[in-house]
């Protein structure tokens, strides 16, 4: 059965800082890992999508990686801002359906 | 377009009752999804259908049904609501690439928040 993990549960920044979110899986048999932000009370919004045959996708200050061997995946965010601060989710794809972490809740301070 | 439309926005039922959770999507998706998602939780999956007429069970199905009988729509529907169906559901739609599986984005709605008293 795949599970996967987030890892911090929780982080708090200054403004400006980089920072790297974790996201590791156990059955590396996937199709796509996406990375989702969740604001609270809302929805979820997609922000990058990594097919399995890609290393990584970049998107404006975002930028995610994969590492299928290994059951890993990164979120790297350049240069934070207190807009960026929101729940970071990822999932994988093991087939027609999404398989979520916990999520990461993510705090920039101004 | 509107994307993945969710109705009601909130419900509160008491046990036993029964309600329907309304999704809709005007993107002409023929993937569409049924997740939970429990406080300080990952989403997980309860229903999906890969075309209209055709649905399966995903990972927590119990005490849940679905229909989908158009494309553009897919309803959730709770017979006798238990409390540990407070949760807050969402609907999600996605059209995967022919031929090329591994591009299979879904797209969201806003979510229902439910709470069974």
């Known amino acids: 059965k795949q599970e996967v993990t987030q890892i911090p549960a929780a982080l708090s920044v200054p403004e400006g800082e980089n920072l790297v979110l974790n996201c590791s899986f156990t059955?590396?048999?996937?199709?796509?890992l996406q990375w989702f932000r969740q604001d609270p009370g809302k929805g979820l919004t997609s922000l990058l999508l990594i097919q399995s045959s890609q290393r990584e996708q970049t998107s404006g200050r975002l930028n995610a990686s994969l590492d299928k061997s290994s059951g890993r995946s990164t979120l790297y965010i350049a240069a934070s801002q207190p807009g960026d601060s929101a729940t970071y989710l990822c999932?994988?794809?093991?087939?027609?359906?999404?398989?979520f972490g916990a999520g990461t809740i993510l705090r920039v301070k101004s | 377009n509107a994307g993945v439309t969710q109705t009601p926005k909130f419900r509160i039922l008491k046990i036993g009752q029964s309600m329907t959770l309304q999704c809709a999507q005007d993107m002409n998706h023929n993937y569409m999804y049924w997740y939970r998602q429990d406080p300080g939780m990952g989403l997980k999956l309860i229903y999906y259908s890969v075309g209209a007429g055709i649905t399966d069970k995903g990972e927590v199905p119990n005490g849940y049904n679905v229909s989908r009988s158009t494309t553009e729509d897919f309803p959730l529907r709770l017979e006798l609501a238990a409390p540990s169906q407070t949760s807050v559901y969402f609907c999600?739609?996605?059209?995967?690439?022919?031929?090329?599986?591994?591009?299979?984005?879904?797209?969201f709605g806003p979510g229902t928040r439910l709470t069974v008293l």
């Open positions: 059955d590396s048999a996937i199709y796509n």
């Open positions: 999600a739609s996605s059209y995967p690439k022919t031929g090329v599986p591994s591009y299979n984005e879904q797209f």
């Open positions: 999932a994988v794809n093991d087939g027609n359906k999404l398989v």
